[in-house]
């Protein structure tokens, strides 16, 4: 159970969208299909700086299978997605939504052994960073608060890592992401697209590409409530070009949720 923090602690879920006359029912790894438009084949716009985030973002970790829940379970909606990203789940309900953000980014961090700058705050607005919880600085929760307290500190090591991110998300939410990340201006990959708050929900822009019209569209990845798979959305709107989305200013509708209010962000 996720402890509440000045009562503003929040699940994350959304509405699903559903509508099984309108769903994918062909997942599959967004790399092995071919996706036409026109009779022109949808051509990603690569990038080529191989430590940046974009890049790190258009070769996730994707593999094929079923949305698998923190228990080891396949949820019920499996036609929301085309593609699994490949990093655990973990046996607790804690990585939802804005939590599988915040996982990317710290895998990307991780990765660039940028170690010190992988942190996040809480919704009560403190900034708890991997840092801290390897120099032994743990966070305990109290009546209606939390308190930090002095332990023994943990290495820098993947474990560490996994263990420091179970803790960020007992306290952080889509509304606490929402303001420490940066303001976006356009769809792009890397973009997040969030609607903070209690439920709230978001979605991050993985990749980009050309259609044969010559119109950027767009591959989304997000986690989900109950903590779920991080999983590459399929499309039910325009299932010919399913994973990828036309996105433009206005109501956006995914295969698991519709954005009315939302705000463009951007973790750089």
Avoid at 242 to 256: A, K, Q
Wanted: neutral net charge; hydrophobic residues 35%.
């Amino acid at each position: 159970m996720r402890f509440i923090i000045l009562s503003s602690i929040c699940l994350f879920s959304c509405s699903q969208v559903s509508d099984t006359s309108i769903t994918n029912n062909n997942p599959a790894t967004a790399e092995k299909q071919p996706y036409l438009i026109a009779g022109t084949q949808i051509v990603p716009v690569k990038q080529k700086d191989k430590k940046s985030w974009l890049y790190f973002l258009q070769h996730l970790p994707i593999i094929d299978g079923p949305i698998l829940d923190y228990r080891g379970n396949p949820v019920l909606y499996q036609q929301k997605h085309t593609a699994i990203i490949n990093y655990d789940v973990g046996t607790k309900d804690l990585q939802q939504c804005a939590d599988a953000l915040m996982r990317l980014r710290a895998e990307y961090l991780f990765e660039q052994h940028r170690y010190h700058e992988i942190g996040f705050h809480f919704v009560n607005g403190l900034l708890y960073k991997w840092d801290e919880y390897c120099s032994g600085i743990k966070v305990v929760p109290t009546h209606n608060d939390i308190k930090l307290i002095k332990a023994l500190p943990s290495p820098y090591t993947h474990e560490s890592l996994r263990k420091y991110l179970d803790v960020v998300y007992n306290y952080a939410s889509t509304i606490s992401l929402a303001k420490e990340l940066k303001k976006a201006s356009d769809f792009a990959a890397g973009t997040v697209v969030i609607h903070p708050g209690s439920p709230g929900h978001c979605f991050i822009i993985i990749d980009e590409a050309t259609d044969g019209y010559g119109e950027k569209v767009f591959k989304l990845a997000e986690g989900y409530s109950p903590a779920q798979s991080i999983y590459v959305l399929s499309n039910p709107i325009e299932p010919e070009i399913s994973p990828w989305y036309h996105l433009h200013r206005g109501t956006i509708t995914t295969s698991s949720c519709k954005f009315i209010d939302y705000e463009m962000r951007s973790f750089e």
